[in-house]
């Protein structure tokens, strides 16, 4: 089966560069320059990842990540932003909104395959039917749902990378480096401010009624630990003071 691209992109001298080098790779690429018509592409075509620009005319790349994020259906598309803002504050806000990648113009077209397959390992489907379970939540990994108290949780492909490992591990207290090897693997660059911007995400998402226990401890300068929240208060967020 082809795996397929939808680059979100209103330059057609970066569409077509990435069109070649996508194309030589194998992958089935689909393309528009037009935010809305890109969420009606997503629906349609069902791509297995977006590459998304930030500026485009008629909706934002930021918009377009929220609204495909917001939607049950397109939640679990993986999303890779490009931006001509390298600005920390930008890539926060970009991967704030949804994304799971995040890359800076210019970049080359090699370096956006590498950044495309490490999200793919990131998520990749279980070989078995596992079913990981701790403290409400339960992940059935093969068919990436997860919910808590019964209720369905949508998470975004690193989120629900990020909480498999935690649950593969509970109690344990991993640092943010060990995390990023864990769920983005260790070939491919990404800044440790990453980990606190996805765990924020996660913590989000746990908490899907406003109302459910924190189980993503804060360790001070140490990481993150998933633990039975016994104090039934939230677990200061220690590390992430900057
Ligand atoms: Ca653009």
Redo the contacts with the bound molecule.
Sequence with gaps: MDTSVLIV???AAIVTLLRYNLEREGFRVYSTGDGEEAVGMVKDYKPDIIVL?W??PSMSGVEICKQLRWNPETKAIPIIMLSARGEEGDRIRGLDAGADDYIVKPFSPAELVARIRAVFRRFRPALSEKVLAFAGIKMDVSAHKVTREGTEIHLSPTEFSLLRYLLEHPGRVFSREQLLDAVWGHDIYVELRTVDVHVRRLRKGLDYDGKQLDLIRTVRSAGYALEENTAGEAFVEETEAK
């Design positions: 992109e209103d330059e620009d500026m485009l």
